[in-house]
């Protein structure tokens, strides 16, 4: 009876309870509030109803705090449906490249979304993964907890497996080359970091890109030091998607590389998450240790040349 009394109570309470609001200026993006008020961008997506990153300047949007997301957890029973995957279509999406992303069969992604024909809409949330509700009265005794570890190699295994498959696949070798590094270095995702590495089963950074750029057919060197002397030097200004990015971290020379995939945003295989993941090129630490970046991807003859000499000046 206590538990439906407060269940009542947090419905009656007004919207901004829940948290504070704030007014969108020129130059926001979810990443920056997101660190700005320490919360989620997940969290702000979903206390605004926000199907995109799009934020228009003035627009009002509401910070929920985290005191209020846990009253919201211990006073609101989580439906089922809630522990379910999602994707929401994009422009250019279609039922295959969907069905691949996510590692499902065609057929299993209209069932699970009750679609008759292979028509999408730009917005329309799809399931791409049921989730069952676990077992009540379940408990993993401790000579349960090794399999855990073949179930990380499996996933592991998995992911090269769709790295494969996409690399074979025949609509993705139509792709341009650098929406193809984007493609595969994405897949790459959460893949576990470790120094030295040279698998799946643990990368450093510069290992990530030398395996990334391999998988388009360009061979880059093994450390972040030599892939620093490759291509051409640009500036901040200038990077495009597929660039490469620099940082001095625990030497005085490139020890860490990471690819440029836009809005200020890049994707490395990172010592601090211990996990391949994305940064902002705006976050203070990146900010104090970024030495440059190079261009690799579509170097015209003539700039290869002038990049070649330049480099040949400073040696002598």
Same mark, same amino acid.
């Given at each position: 009876?206590?538990?439906?009394?407060?269940?009542?109570?947090?419905?009656?309470?007004?919207?901004?309870?829940?948290?504070?609001?704030?007014?969108?200026?020129?130059?926001?993006?979810?990443?920056?509030?997101?660190?700005?008020?320490?919360?989620?961008?997940?969290?702000?997506?979903?206390?605004?109803?926000?199907?995109?990153?799009?934020?228009?300047?003035?627009?009002?949007?509401?910070?929920?705090?985290?005191?209020?997301?846990?009253?919201?957890?211990?006073?609101?029973?989580?439906?089922?449906?809630?522990?379910?995957?999602?994707?929401?279509?994009?422009?250019?999406?279609?039922?295959?490249?969907?069905?691949?992303?996510?590692?499902?069969?065609?057929?299993?992604?209209?069932?699970?979304?009750?679609?008759?024909?292979?028509?999408?809409?730009?917005?329309?949330?799809?399931?791409?993964?049921?989730?069952?509700?676990?077992?009540?009265?379940? &408990? +993993?005794? *401790?000579?349960?907890? %090794?399999?855990?570890?073949?179930? !990380? /190699?499996?996933?592991?295994?998995?992911?090269? @497996?769709?790295?494969?498959?996409?690399?074979?696949?025949?609509?993705?070798?139509?792709?341009?080359?650098?929406?193809?590094?984007?493609?595969?270095?994405?897949?790459?995702?959460?893949?576990?970091?470790?120094?030295?590495?040279?698998?799946?089963?643990?990368?450093?950074?510069?290992?990530?890109?030398?395996?990334?750029?391999?998988?388009?057919?360009?061979?880059?060197?093994?450390?972040?030091?030599?892939?620093?002397?490759?291509?051409?030097?640009?500036?901040?200004?200038?990077?495009?998607?597929?660039?490469?990015?620099?940082?001095?971290?625990?030497?005085?020379?490139?020890?860490?590389?990471?690819?440029?995939?836009?809005?200020?945003?890049?994707?490395?295989?990172?010592?601090?998450?211990?996990?391949?993941?994305?940064? &902002? +090129?705006? *976050?203070?630490?990146? %900010?104090?240790?970024?030495?440059? !970046? /190079?261009?690799?991807?579509?170097?015209?003859? @003539?700039?290869?040349?002038?990049?070649?000499?330049?480099?040949?000046?400073?040696?002598?």
């Amino acid at each position: 009876m206590r538990k439906i009394f407060y269940i009542f109570i947090i419905l009656l309470l007004p919207l901004t309870a829940f948290g504070e609001t704030y007014t969108i200026k020129k130059g926001d993006n979810l990443w920056k509030i997101s660190k700005k008020f320490n919360i989620p961008v997940d969290d702000i997506k979903k206390a605004n109803n926000l199907k995109m990153e799009n934020l228009q300047v003035g627009m009002t949007i509401e910070i929920p705090t985290k005191k209020a997301k846990k009253l919201k957890e211990i006073n609101t029973v989580k439906a089922p449906e809630a522990n379910n995957k999602y994707h929401t279509v994009k422009k250019g999406d279609n039922l295959y490249r969907i069905a691949k992303r996510y590692s499902i069969s065609i057929e299993e992604l209209k069932r699970l979304n009750n679609i008759r024909d292979n028509k999408l809409s730009v917005g329309q949330k799809l399931i791409v993964k049921k989730i069952e509700q676990p077992r009540e009265n379940l &408990s +993993l005794r *401790a000579d349960e907890k %090794v399999p855990i570890l073949a179930a !990380a /190699k499996l996933d592991h295994e998995t992911k090269l @497996d769709e790295i494969e498959n996409l690399k074979a696949n025949e609509e993705i070798s139509n792709l341009n080359i650098t929406d193809r590094i984007l493609l595969f270095a994405k897949k790459m995702l959460h893949l576990p970091y470790r120094f030295g590495g040279n698998g799946f089963t643990g990368l450093d950074c510069s290992f990530f890109v030398k395996k990334v750029y391999s998988m388009v057919g360009i061979e880059l060197p093994r450390s972040a030091r030599e892939q620093f002397a490759q291509g051409i030097a640009i500036s901040k200004d200038e990077l495009m998607p597929g660039d490469l990015v620099f940082f001095r971290t625990y030497a005085k020379f490139p020890s860490h590389v990471g690819i440029y995939i836009g809005d200020n945003l890049f994707i490395h295989a990172s010592s601090r998450s211990k996990k391949v993941t994305i940064d &902002s +090129l705006e *976050a203070p630490y990146y %900010v104090s240790r970024f030495i440059g !970046a /190079k261009r690799i991807l579509d170097i015209d003859k @003539d700039s290869l040349t002038t990049a070649i000499k330049q480099a040949e000046e400073k040696t002598n």
